[in-house]
């Protein structure tokens, strides 16, 4: 009854256009961009942070809600600003009831808005599963495509730091495997800003898996990345190395380690290919076939689970492909361990892939190690 009232009220507040105006002050007082610069880095936050801004300037219909993203700005400032610059009626603070707040941001998008739901963690976020797996994924397909859900579920996924079992777990397979979810888990700066404007757009409900580990880290942008109307299409992975002799296949976080692990691979001569997934589903399979009738080998680097992870669905459709054929070796699988995260840090060390591990098993590919 109180999600039905809230969302009373901020329905007619959030559906009228306010003046062209307003929206021309909002662009001009954006300063993350110099038309003079050519070089351009960014942080994985700030990226994350201009996307959603450059939404909410493109369409009215946009507003975040969550919980701290307004008066705090956002637990680990992802939304920064955005309530000084939009008002309380667009970035919205709630209490702290996941299925609530869940609720609310999927009524709000079958009434015609875009919501964006922050989640201070995924791992909170399974107070809501019910919500973001029935109510947003399901009902877009009952209604015989006659009712969309553009929401966007997005906040940190997978392990951070001294957090936990309770608190460390990655959810891309679990939400990987729902019909009328779309599954993203950027890597990047690029990889944040683009896709999360194509999910911010999107029809459909798009679970957006960010790492907080990352939220730090500076990437390079391009000119292109700048520009408000940068988009990346969501179920296109990107090769970020190209190499010859092994594909490592990675998401998020893990494709630093499988970066850095390529470059280890370089100096003894070896020729990694790394591939950044950047969407969970829809899967980019083929580009993952065509690396492996290169290379002949494959390694997927995650960080969740092993039993039934998203290495383990890539592997099988490996398998089931014409790319079986090429292979020279095993399929290798990099994951966290099998266990609930421990809390110590030396073991939670040992809980995780690091860039060693990740060399170890591209070698074994190759026969080069044991």
């Not at 493109?58 to 992802?78: C, P």
């Not at 992975?237 to 893990?254: F, L, N, P, Q, W």
């Amino acid at each position: 009854m109180v999600a039905r009232s809230a969302l009373s009220r901020l329905v007619p507040a959030l559906s009228h256009a306010r003046p062209s105006a307003r929206r021309a002050v909002l662009q001009a007082a954006r300063s993350y961009a110099t038309a003079e610069s050519e070089q351009h880095s960014m942080t994985v936050r700030d990226a994350l942070n201009v996307a959603m801004e450059e939404e909410m300037i493109r369409d009215e219909k946009v507003f975040i809600l969550g919980e701290e993203v307004a008066r705090y700005n956002g637990a680990y400032k992802v939304t920064k600003g955005l309530m000084d610059k939009f008002g309380e009626r667009r970035v919205v603070d709630t209490p702290i009831t996941e299925m609530g707040f869940a609720g609310l941001a999927v009524g709000a998008a079958l009434q015609g808005l875009r919501p964006i739901c922050e989640f201070m963690t995924f791992n909170f976020a399974m107070q809501a599963i019910d919500q973001i797996v029935n109510s947003a994924g399901k009902t877009y397909y009952m209604s015989g495509g006659n009712v969309p859900c553009p929401v966007v579920f997005r906040g940190p996924n997978g392990a951070a730091a001294g957090v936990a079992a309770q608190h460390s777990q990655d959810y891309a397979a679990w939400y990987g495997s729902i019909p009328g979810l779309k599954v993203v888990s950027p890597w990047s700066a690029e990889d944040c800003k683009g896709l999360l404007k194509s999910a911010i757009r999107d029809p459909n409900p798009v679970v957006f898996l960010e790492n907080e580990m990352m939220y730090g880290v500076s990437f390079p942008m391009s000119s292109e990345a700048m520009s408000d109307n940068f988009l990346l299409p969501i179920g296109i992975a990107k090769v970020e190395r190209e190499g010859s002799d092994v594909t490592i296949v990675a998401h998020s976080k893990m494709v630093t380690h499988s970066m850095e692990a390529a470059d280890v691979l370089a100096k003894e001569g070896i020729k990694a290919e790394v591939i950044n997934l950047r969407s969970i589903r829809p899967l980019d399979i083929d580009t993952i076939i065509k690396s492996v009738k290169k290379t002949n080998r494959l390694v997927i680097v995650e960080g969740g689970f092993p039993a039934f992870g998203v290495g383990s669905e890539i592997c099988a459709q490996i398998v089931e492909s014409e790319a079986f054929d090429y292979l020279d070796a095993p399929v290798e699988r990099v994951t966290g361990a099998d266990v609930p995260t421990p809390y110590a840090t030396n073991l939670e060390a040992l809980a995780f892939p690091d860039t060693n591990l990740v060399v170890k098993v591209a070698k074994r590919a190759l026969y080069r190690t044991n």
